[in-house]
C-alpha cells in the first residue's frame, strides 16, 4: 500500500496504530505527546507508568518503540518511539532512522494493518523540517506493503516542506 501524506492531527487518524514522538520518561509532554495523552484519556499514562514499573524502569532509550493502549482513541494501539535531540556537533540520525523501523517493527508484531507517524523529533527535538523529513520518507517508503502508512504533517507550512520532498526524484539532492 503506497504511503500517504496527510496535512493534520495525529491523534484524528482512523488507524490501528499510532506513533507518538515520546520522550524517554514516557510520563508525557508536549507536542504530540500532549495531544495523544489529551485525548486518549488516562489509560495511556497508566499503562506507560506499569512499563516504567517493570520492563523499563530506566525510561524508553532514543530509536527504540513500545506499545500500549490507545486509550479512547479510536486507533487501538499507541506506539511510543523516542527521537533523538537534534545536535548541530554529532549525527544523531541512525537512531531518527531507527525510530520509524522499529515502529513499523512493532506495529507487525501487533497485527495493525494501518498506522499514522508524525514527523518524530521535529519539534521540541528540534529536527531540521527538511531533514526530518527525507529520513521519514526513506524509512516510510520502504514499510512492509502490507501495512497502510500515513505521515501525518502537522499544518501548511511543513506539509508543504514535506509535498515538495514527496515530489523531488529520489536522487535529486535536498534542497535547504
Ligand atoms: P519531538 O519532541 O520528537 O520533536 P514534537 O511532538 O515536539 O516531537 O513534534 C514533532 C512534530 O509533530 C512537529 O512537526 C510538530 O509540529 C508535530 N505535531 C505537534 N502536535 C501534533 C499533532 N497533534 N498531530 C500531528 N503532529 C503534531
Not at 508525557?28 to 489529551?38: L, N, S, T
Not at 490507545?70 to 537534534?86: C, D, E, K, M, Y
Not at 526530518?132 to 506539509?159: K, M, N, S
Amino acid at each position: 500500500m503506497p504511503l500517504r501524506l496527510i496535512e493534520g492531527d495525529i491523534t484524528a487518524q482512523a488507524v490501528d496504530a499510532v506513533v507518538n514522538a515520546a520522550n524517554s520518561t514516557l510520563l508525557g509532554g508536549r507536542g504530540v505527546d500532549g495531544a495523544i495523552h489529551a485525548k486518549g484519556g488516562p489509560a495511556i499514562l497508566a499503562e506507560c507508568r506499569r512499563l516504567r514499573q517493570t520492563r523499563l524502569p530506566d525510561g524508553l532509550p532514543a530509536g527504540q518503540a513500545v506499545a500500549t493502549t490507545a486509550g479512547v482513541l479510536s486507533a487501538r494501539w499507541v506506539i511510543h518511539t523516542v527521537g533523538p535531540v537534534f545536535s548541530r556537533r554529532e549525527d544523531r540520525s541512525a537512531l531518527l532512522h531507527s525510530c520509524y523501523r522499529a515502529s513499523l517493527e512493532m506495529a507487525l508484531q501487533l497485527g495493525a494493518r494501518s498506522i499514522a507517524f508524525p514527523l518524530i523529533s521535529a519539534g521540541a527535538y528540534g529536527w531540521p523540517i527538511s531533514d526530518a523529513v527525507t529520513i521519514a520518507l526513506a524509512e516510510l517508503r520502504a514499510a512492509p506493503a502490507q501495512l497502510d502508512v500515513r505521515l501525518v504533517l502537522f499544518g501548511e507550512r511543513i506539509f508543504d516542506i514535506a509535498r515538495q520532498a514527496w515530489d523531488r526524484p529520489l536522487d535529486a539532492a535536498p534542497s535547504a
